[in-house]
């Protein structure tokens, strides 16, 4: 029995440490959802399900769908001032783009046109 709890134990530490890079973005992801808690969902329903509270502001889910994320970014900096009539001017910092970005995509639908 304790040959195969090392065992286990060893290989969920190998999957760990060979996985750096989805930690990394699953950080990201989390830092994105709880900013987007913060700043957006008094409006936008911010994560994989629900309803936007706002009958004028799109799901977060949504938005790839209708805009590549990256392109995003240049408004997010630059201040968002479109979207639903009472949408409130929103700008971010890199850091705060970065991680909301990856959120969005961690959200988003796969693509059904998608190859992976």
């Given amino acids: 029995m304790r040959k195969l709890l090392l065992g286990a134990f060893a290989m969920g530490l190998g999957m760990a440490v060979g996985q750096p890079g989805l930690a990394a973005e699953n950080e990201l992801s989390i830092k994105g959802e709880a900013l987007a808690q913060q700043q957006c969902s008094q409006c936008h329903a ?5 309803e ?4 004028e502001a799109p799901p977060f889910r949504t938005f790839a769908s209708k805009w590549p994320l990256e392109n995003l970014e240049e408004s997010l900096a ?31 639908p796969p693509d059904p046109q998608s190859s992976d």
């Fill in 52 to 55: 936007s509270p706002h009958k």
């Fill in 78 to 108: 630059e201040g968002i001032v479109t979207g639903h009539a009472d949408m409130p001017a929103i700008t971010l910092e890199p850091d705060e783009i970065t991680v909301l970005i990856e959120h969005l995509h961690t959200i988003s």
């Fill in 46 to 50: 911010t994560g994989a399900t629900g």
